[in-house]
């Protein structure tokens, strides 16, 4: 007999975890598996590897709502946010609920059986399984775990050297005295290249075109204060607070006011600078600010390393690889003894799961998202995406005190299944409303975001506080029945 339970979570990294915790404590009458492709938990936080890998979040946002970040480091390291999860995993009892090297490669909506037919590969064996459940929660996120993009750089086979993309990181790797060149702008090269310095011989940032980059110190004097001197509900309160009023207030800045911030986003980085390195090259924009995410540099530790001359930026468009560096459209060649392609990342919906219902398989660019978390014509099925502007578990643990909240509901009114309607006169509009190359190359491969609400995605925290936390359960959209007969 096929095992069944309550609920499937696909996924052991921070949403996954986060969702077996709000399962486990405030629906402890109901069972949960959590289902993991992986040998461990952490998902991005244990894939990622190379030196120096770190939040672009500050940690009393990235953190969890059920268990405040007390760690001195508002920047933390990759090490220290797993730590965390499997802490906060441990402390709730979510450990015996896990189920490592199962990965999900389909999922099927039975109508007439009310409930979930999830097929499974055991990546460790090769050997394939199945699980029943009455509802499914897809919080694997959109990076694709197996391979990270790298352009068609001409010549590449002809470099002598070693070629290392950040996700897949040796950790033998030894950069000690050599020339390294990192390709890319964004938040893997500044958060490598400070890092690579130490010990490396010089390091080049080869980029294309700029990025917005933004210090923050890596602690926070006054969240420190406020966590020694208040208890801890209230200083839990007061730092999460401030963090999500300086973020949120300064993203809302940002977009209404973009030549305000571009001169503000100048003055700050400007001073950072040593004088040989000039700004309007190398750091100023074609576009607006937060039309991409801005990159994060904890202390300033990318400026130093350009003032004590250990890295060099230069901006330009790669011609060639050569047997010995890079060959620049300008004419000027860089030589390397290693090359890192922080060329970005391969998004997969939902984990690259085939969803199906009644035995038709889901095109997800046909679906469009009801309150960023759930599907239009998919029943009892709730996923987990987070903010491209703020912590990602902000929106996470929102999804999860929702989907609680909806289940209660569904009980306390004998429903078992629930579906969100499409309104056919709803305008269709990109999930994702985001300028980044990574999101653009994959965009249409994702389910749509309405016109209007609730199938438009808020990016406010604030707002989507007040709708998922508080707001009604009943609206036209979402469709209760059931049991069957």
């Known amino acids: 007999m096929t095992e069944h339970f309550d609920h499937i979570i696909v996924g052991a990294g921070l949403s996954g975890i986060g969702a077996a915790v709000h399962l486990g404590r405030r629906l402890p009458e109901r069972s949960y598996v959590v289902l993991e492709s992986r040998h461990t938990l952490g998902g991005t936080w244990d894939l990622f590897r190379y030196p120096g890998v770190r939040s672009d979040s500050d940690m009393y946002t990235l953190g969890y709502r059920f268990k405040p970040w007390t760690g001195r480091k508002a920047i933390a390291d990759g090490a220290d946010i797993r730590a965390y999860i499997e802490e906060a995993a441990t402390e709730n009892g979510v450990l015996d609920h896990i189920r490592y090297n199962s990965k999900v490669v389909r999922a099927e909506w039975s109508s007439a059986d009310e409930r979930w037919t999830v097929s499974i590969e055991h990546t460790d064996t090769g050997e394939t399984s199945q699980l029943t459940c009455d509802f499914l929660m897809s919080t694997s996120g959109y990076y694709r775990y197996d391979e990270g993009f790298t352009p068609d750089f001409a010549g ?19 950069f000690a005295g050599k020339r390294v060149v990192v390709i890319g702008s964004g938040a893997t090269a500044v958060t490598l290249i400070p890092n690579l310095a130490k010990v490396a011989a010089h390091v080049t940032m080869l980029q294309r075109s700029p990025t917005y980059i933004i210090s923050q110190p890596t602690t926070d004097p006054i969240a420190e204060q406020l966590i020694k001197r208040l208890p801890s509900r209230y200083a839990s309160k007061a730092v999460r607070g401030r963090y999500l009023a300086i973020s949120i207030g300064f993203y809302e800045f940002c977009r209404r006011r973009p030549n305000e911030a571009r001169l503000l986003l100048r003055k700050l980085l400007e001073r950072q600078l040593p004088d040989d390195v000039d700004f309007d090259t190398h750091f100023k924009p074609k576009y607006d600010p937060w039309d991409q995410r801005l990159c994060l540099v904890p202390s300033g530790d990318l400026f130093k390393a350009l003032r004590k001359h250990t890295v060099d930026i230069v901006t330009d468009h790669i011609d060639t690889f050569t047997e010995t560096g890079i060959r620049l459209q300008s004419g000027k060649e860089i030589d390397a003894d290693i090359v890192v392609t922080a060329t970005g990342l391969n998004l997969h919906v939902f984990g690259g799961v085939q969803l199906a219902v009644d035995g ?24 987990v995406i987070g903010y491209t502007n703020a912590s990602w578990t902000l929106k996470a643990d929102l999804v999860c005190e929702y989907t609680v909240r909806l289940l209660k509901h569904m009980k306390k009114s004998g429903k078992t299944v629930m579906v969100p309607r499409r309104n056919p006169d709803v305008g269709e509009e990109p999930f994702l409303d985001f300028a980044a190359n990574y999101v653009l190359r994959t965009v249409d491969k994702f389910p749509k975001q309405g016109s209007e609400a609730p199938w438009k995605l808020k990016m406010n925290f604030f707002v989507d506080r007040v709708n998922l936390r508080s707001g009604s359960i009943h609206d036209d959209v979402l469709e209760f029945s059931g049991p069957v007969s």
Do not use: C, R
Not at 156 to 174: K, R, T
Not at 362 to 380: F, Q
């Open 156 to 174: 590449l086979s002809d470099f002598e050297g070693q070629i290392v993309h950040p996700q897949h990181w040796p950790q033998d790797l030894d």
């Open 360 to 383: 038709e398989d889901v095109d997800l660019p046909s679906t469009m998202a009801y309150k960023g978390m759930m599907l239009s014509g998919i029943p009892n099925f709730v996923f």
